[in-house]
Nanobody, 122 residues
Framework: QVQLVESGGGLVQPGGSLKLSCAASGFTLDDYDLGWFRQAPGKEREAVSCITKSDGITYYSRSVKGRFTMSRDNAKNTLYLQMNNLKPEDTAVYYC???????????????WGQGTQVTVSS
């Protein structure tokens, strides 16, 4: 069964850090373009960080560049998102996905996780 399961979300104060994990089962992450996306209340889902399997080039949205880092552990078949210096505007449900088109969009047959809530508040 193909599955992506995110974890690591929670409540954190501004300036704090969180590390999200996305564990894959039923397929190998390394075979796909991968991405982290987020959706804040009342807003459209947006790409946060994406990586292509062909050349390993990583994309970061302007709003998170320099603060967030995507990484992967192939042995654990797990994708990570290290988030530092978090801001209230980072509050959203964060999703991981596999199978992208155009670099930052999830293809119709792509895989999504269920999401994990990140809340940045004092």
């Amino acid at each position: 069964q193909v599955q992506l399961v995110e974890s690591g979300g929670g409540l954190v104060q501004p300036g704090g850090s969180l590390k999200l994990s996305c564990a894959a089962s039923g397929f190998t992450l390394d075979d796909y373009d991968l991405g982290w996306f987020r959706q804040a209340p009342g807003k459209e889902r947006e790409a946060v960080s994406c990586i292509t399997k062909s050349d390993g080039i990583t994309y970061y949205s302007r709003s998170v560049k320099g603060r967030f880092t995507m990484s992967r552990d192939n042995a654990k078949n797990t994708l990570y998102l290290q988030m530092n210096n978090l801001k209230p505007e980072d509050t959203a449900v964060y999703y991981c996905a596999a199978g992208l088109v155009n670099g930052t969009e999830v293809e119709e047959n792509g895989y999504w996780g269920q999401g994990t809530q990140v809340t940045v508040s004092s």
